[in-house]
């Protein structure tokens, strides 16, 4: 009996102006790249990019849909996903930046949702830009759940520790009253499935509490006694291995020693500054809830070294690796 191949991986270039292209090209010309994904963006964009680091890369360009058209197993394929970006200025915030990085994105969605693709691992995207260009989502995240009709939520992972968030990018104030038993509930529910995929066995999920020391008996405010500890007694109750409200300025540093799996926090900050501190190189980002796999680095666009040459890839091919872990999961 013959066993299928896998469904392709998608990679989006990002936005034209910033360190995408870039990493893109120093990620695909690794000779221990287990595979080749299908490059979603100006296929122009990619050569230049590459031209700029010396590199020589052999693209295939194809059409979608492409089970007709297959591709050298030695060539990368590259699928135009809108108007020529050749032209973006790096370095620079534009409407055709913002453009070329939404259409690119949104082809992956699409070939992802239909089932053509196993999921996207994307570049970085400029959030300005996005804005200029009238995109109506403030980043992948929310641009991912719109599409893929998905409530879904933000893991961060690193060699150290994971963390995933309860809200993401909302101001402060408003991130407070959105924090309720029920999305306290659901990140719980996605934490325990993320671990899962990853291949951790029973694992075990911290909630960070959203006020100093949790609370401390409802000295420091009530949303961690009313909204955060009822979603972890519910998420006990369905047998996930949830244990808080911990406080938020130590939670961290017990999973970095080996006493939880993965931290629930509360709100952008409380989680992402502990993941890059220890190293922006290794942190990754994975959509969690999502009908298909979604990765990226933990970076943004760089737009201050980008075209310099010196962007380090490393955290774009860790995003690589966790794709094919999840993929391989989920076969």
Not at 34 to 42: A, M, S, T
Not at 81 to 109: H, Y
Not at 216 to 233: H, N, Q, S, Y
Request: contains cysteine; aromatic residues 4%.
């Amino acid at each position: 009996m013959t066993t299928a191949a896998p469904r392709p991986l998608g990679l989006t270039l990002g936005d034209p102006a910033g360190i995408g292209p870039e990493i893109c090209a120093r990620v695909l010309a690794q000779s221990d790249l287990p595979e080749y994904p299908v490059v979603l963006g100006d296929p122009a964009v990619l050569e230049q990019a590459a031209e700029r680091l010396g590199l020589s890369l052999r693209l295939h360009r194809i059409t979608a849909p492409w089970e007709n058209d297959p591709f050298p197993s030695d060539s990368i394929p590259v699928l135009a996903t809108g108007p020529s970006a050749a032209s973006v200025e790096v370095g620079v915030v534009s409407r055709e930046g913002g453009e070329a990085a939404f259409d690119a994105i949104k082809t992956g969605i699409d070939l992802s949702l239909k089932g053509v693709l196993s999921g996207i691992v994307t570049a970085p995207i400029n959030k300005e830009a996005f804005a200029v260009a009238e995109v109506p989502f403030p980043g992948h995240t929310e641009m991912l759940a719109h599409y893929a009709g998905a409530e879904v939520a933000m893991m961060l992972a690193n060699d150290d520790i994971r963390t995933v968030l309860t809200t993401i990018h909302v101001p402060l104030r408003q991130a407070v009253d959105m924090i309720t038993r029920e999305s306290v509930l659901r990140a719980i529910r996605l934490a325990h499935r993320g671990a899962l995929a990853l291949g951790i066995d029973a694992p075990r999920v911290a909630v960070a509490g959203l006020n100093p020391h949790a609370g401390e008996g409802r000295l420091f405010g009530d949303e961690d006694a009313d909204e955060i500890a009822p979603a972890i007694d519910a998420a006990q109750a369905e047998g996930i291995n949830a244990s808080g409200p911990w406080p938020g300025d130590t939670v961290f540093m017990a999973a970095r020693q080996g006493a939880h799996d993965v931290v629930v926090a509360q709100y952008h900050d409380q989680g992402l500054i502990p993941v890059k501190y220890m190293g922006l190189a290794e942190g990754v980002n994975i959509t969690l809830g999502l009908p298909f796999i979604r990765t990226s680095p933990d970076h943004g666009t760089a737009f201050d070294i980008a075209g310099k040459g010196i962007a380090d890839p490393s955290s774009l091919r860790t995003a690589f690796n966790y794709a094919l872990q999840l993929r391989s999961s989920a076969e």
